[in-house]
């Protein structure tokens, strides 16, 4: 699991009577993810196209075209069938001329359809302000303009106009009409320059006559006229799909191998004899290649295992196979293709397969790093239910999980359907032991006798327990960190111990001789609530009986009465180690406190949503409080709101916090439930956007920064899954 599937480099070297069998096997088996010859050898050159190639790459281009006009889709495809040369040539061409043509016409009447458009909105001013086209030109002396603006500016300025003698408006809402009869000495632009300065937008009068509005109406009638036209084209393209697209589809798969094979020579190393071909193929896969090729073309090639790669990266080159008797494949020494990193394969099982998505949302592991998909398995649901721990809001997780996981066919979108479930199945489990479910505490009531093992901590009795998660924040911060550079400690020994102590062991050991000394005391500076009588595992709220680390002090620093501690001369062994390794990384020796702290905001979290869903019960059931000062606690009114003073839960009730819109009458309650439902709608979306988030960020930011670097190539190997062919 946290190893990639082990990958072995290939060569298959033969005569080019037999390359375009072993290509044909070598396809079928779908196993060799191909390597390109980067022409080191003197004599061999990258392979040639087969013939045909151009031919079938010019239809596969042909065929996503017209998939594309007619808009096909993979649900579209219908049954798998046998596409023939000649279907490829007869029924695809007839298929490209019909769709052509529709597409042809399809375009025409859309471009007829928008000037026709166009010219509507553009004569509908005119029809708005109802004077006949013909009145608004033509005129020798008289100037007229139509536009938009205000009438009163454009008044304004056509009066202190001095080339205007006479003029007249007509309004229609916004639309102007101006006719202005100049004096003698203005010229032909009076008008517009008298409009210069007004809030007027001019329009292009139309060349036509008569009733603006029965223009309009006309044009109207043309546009009807071109959109049933549009539409039966449309529904001809639909006929055209509905019939020709599984026939598409399976000519496009099928063109797509025909490419697919045609050109696999390119990243060959060819003479005008022989080939040489090499590629990455799963380790446990390589007998199954060698017997098919062996059954395919016998001693016409032959089949090498080059290199068994390690998963240690030993200066950027891989451990070759070495020479042995009991194996007899050939040493490194005979690659034609460049040194390059193996394919990854993830190797997780089924339950831990759907969180590889959120690995490879920062890249894919290298083949020689850690998969740390599994401990984000094992960590981020935790986080996640940890933080909401509600049984309401995880059976509301879960079922738009399991929605997500088996509606959805991308991969990915199913992906995140089951992190989902499995978040919601950590947020129920601790849902049932906090006793919540939407905020409400009946599940404690009915499962605990209202008493679970753990709270929240929101309420004042249960006060501790909110100080109690802040440490174990800080608890599962060292471990998940732990883990991180434990990681990277195993991949560096690789190079030698003393990387791995200088690179990786020196941040652990700084990091456990700082906490172990704020366990311990921190010289009297740290809270209480860490070390001796008043510890949070000390029954306040865990029962563990520990007071904290013992602080095996060696001497007193003179002048500011420090005792130091032998946990802070190990924390200063990891420094200096840091030092040795890597100087400049000591800049960013705080990271041991930082990192940790980081880890507080699964408390916090846990208590910000814990009282948001409070506060939407609040909003609807009401809440009254009985008793005092720690001893405090804060009840629903689920069936009734008591008076104060009155007795409830053994309690006197000492106040109403909120009588609640459910004892608040009709109105009341009809507000009320749309509070309740959108309130708790709220909190549960926000859970995804902050417990989520927060969750993610400490497995990107905090861990994955700690020993993780990505950029694997993915595993492609050369061949196809058939989806809509068949060679049946």
Do not use: C
């Not at 494949?329 to 390059?340: I, S």
């Not at 861990?703 to 694997?712: I, Q, R």
Request: glycine share 10%; net charge negative.
């Amino acid at each position: 699991m946290l190893r990639p599937e082990q990958m072995s480099k290939i060569s298959v070297t033969g005569s080019r009577t037999v390359m375009s069998d072993v290509i044909e096997t070598i396809h079928e088996l779908n196993l060799v993810h191909l390597s390109n010859y980067d022409g080191s050898w003197d004599g061999f050159d990258p392979g040639n196209p087969v013939s045909g190639a151009d031919e079938a790459s010019d239809k596969l281009v042909t065929v996503r075209s017209i998939e594309s006009i007619l808009g096909v889709d993979a649900e579209d495809a219908g049954p798998q069938r046998i596409v023939t040369g000649e279907a490829l040539e007869d029924e695809l061409e007839d298929i490209r001329a019909q769709v052509n043509e529709l597409d042809d016409r399809r375009n025409e009447l859309g471009e007829e359809l928008r000037s026709v458009e166009d010219r509507i909105g553009s004569m509908e001013p005119f029809a708005t302000l109802g004077i006949d086209l013909d009145l608004l030109s033509g005129y020798d002396h008289l100037q007229v303009a139509v536009g938009e603006g205000n009438a009163d500016e454009i008044e304004r300025a056509l009066a202190d106009s001095e080339d205007v003698q006479e003029y007249e408006l007509f309004t229609e809402g916004q639309t102007v009409a101006v006719f202005v009869y100049p004096t003698d000495e203005a010229d032909d632009d009076a008008l517009d320059d008298a409009l210069v300065g007004a809030d007027f937008a001019s329009l292009e009068i139309p060349d036509a006559s008569g009733s603006p509005e029965e223009y309009v109406a006309e044009l109207k009638h043309d546009k009807q006229k071109l959109e049933s036209k549009l539409n039966g084209v449309e529904n001809e393209l639909n006929d055209v799909k509905l019939d020709a697209a599984g026939f598409l589809l399976a000519a496009e798969e099928k063109l797509a191998i025909e490419v697919q094979k045609a050109e696999a020579p390119l990243q060959f190393a060819t003479t005008e004899n022989a080939f040489v071909a090499e590629g990455w193929i799963p380790t446990e896969k390589y007998a199954e290649l060698k017997s098919n090729l062996d059954s395919a073309v016998g001693e016409h090639v032959e089949v090498d295992e080059l290199e068994r790669a390690s998963y240690e990266e030993k200066g950027g080159h891989h451990a070759p196979l070495e020479q042995a008797e009991e194996t007899g494949v050939a040493t490194d020494g005979g690659h034609v293709t460049k040194e390059e990193n193996p394919p990854v394969i993830q190797k997780n099982p089924g339950a831990v397969k759907p969180f590889e998505v959120l690995v490879q949302t920062i890249n894919r592991p290298k083949y020689f790093e850690f998969d740390p998909t599994v401990v984000l398995f094992l960590t981020f649901p935790l986080f996640f239910g940890f933080m909401i721990g509600d049984l309401g809001y995880g059976a509301l997780y879960t079922l738009i999980g399991y929605f997500i996981y088996t509606k959805f066919d991308n991969e990915a979108i199913k992906s995140l359907g089951g992190i989902a479930i499995w978040a919601g199945a950590f947020t129920m489990l601790f849902g049932v032991l906090y006793g919540e479910i939407f905020g409400l505490h009946i599940l404690g009531e009915f499962v605990w006798s209202g008493n679970p093992p753990i709270h929240k901590g929101l309420q004042p009795i249960e006060g501790e327990f909110a100080t109690g998660w802040l440490v174990l924040s800080l608890l599962a911060g060292i471990a998940h960190l732990t883990i991180g550079w434990g990681f990277d400690f195993i991949e560096n020994l690789e190079h030698s111990f003393k990387d791995a102590m200088t690179e990786s062991g020196s941040w652990i050991i700084m990091m456990f001789g700082l906490w172990v000394w704020i366990f311990s005391g921190a010289g009297g500076s740290a809270p209480g609530l860490l070390f001796g009588s008043e510890s949070v595992f000390n029954g306040n709220p865990f029962p563990f009986g520990f007071t904290g680390f013992p602080a095996f002090n060696l001497f007193t620093i003179p002048g500011i009465n420090f005792p130091f501690s032998v946990w802070l001369l190990v924390f200063f062994l990891g420094l200096v180690l840091l030092v040795v390794g890597e100087p400049i990384e000591a800049v960013e020796f705080l990271n041991v406190l930082v990192n940790v702290l980081s880890y507080t905001r699964l408390a916090a979290v846990l208590l910000a949503k814990a009282g948001m869903a409070f506060v939407v019960n609040l909003l609807f059931f009401g809440v009254y409080v009985t008793g005092h000062g720690e001893e405090e606690s804060w009840h629903f009114g689920l069936t009734h709101m008591p008076h104060e003073s009155a007795t409830a839960h053994g309690h006197t009730v000492t106040d109403i916090m909120f009588p609640g819109l459910l004892h608040s009458g009709v109105a009341g309650i009809l507000v009320g439930l749309l509070v309740l439902v959108l309130g708790h709608a709220l909190v549960l979306t926000l859970g995804i956007t902050s417990a989520g988030l927060q969750a993610v960020r400490l497995e990107y930011v905090e861990f994955f920064g700690k020993f993780y670097e990505g950029g694997g190539e993915a595993y492609k190997p050369f061949g196809y899954d058939r989806a809509y062919t068949t060679e049946d």
